[in-house]
């Protein structure tokens, strides 16, 4: 259904920094950096059939994160959940929500954690047995 998910970012070396660190947690490698015909820096992850973008804003506005939104990656074990939100929370990123771990939910059993990038943007990492 997805082509690419795309947050914007105020400071595109943080964002590749804290990014390389915790999408390799994941078994994804450097960024394709891309150069839009504006001059604006982006940065395209591509793992598994699927492409994270990272991009100063085309509109020269300074990058914010939706309200409400969050994007999830999925993992492939609790002990991967957890890694993510620490080695996330170790470069720069900030733990919110309840600590990582199980939850009960109305779609069953579900390891999650939950973080924000430098940028703000949240983040969830999430494994269903």
């Known amino acids: 259904m997805f082509n690419h998910i795309m947050v914007g970012s105020n400071d595109i070396e943080r964002s590749k920094a804290f990014y390389n660190k915790v999408l390799a947690v994941l078994g994804a490698g450097e960024p394709f950096l ?33 309200n409400g939104a969050t994007i999830g990656f999925k ?24 600590v990582p771990g199980l939850r009960q939910t109305s779609l069953g059993a579900l390891h999650l954690a939950y973080v924000r990038d430098p940028d703000g943007n949240k983040l969830c990492a999430i494994y269903r047995p």
């Open 34 to 66: 891309n150069v839009s015909n504006s001059g604006h820096t982006r940065l395209f992850y591509r793992h598994d059939g699927n492409t994270f973008g990272i991009s100063e804003p085309i509109n020269d506005e300074p990058a914010t994160c939706a």
């Open 75 to 98: 993992c492939n074990s609790p002990e991967q959940v957890k890694e993510f939100h620490d080695v996330a929370v170790a470069n720069g990123g900030t733990s919110i929500e309840d």
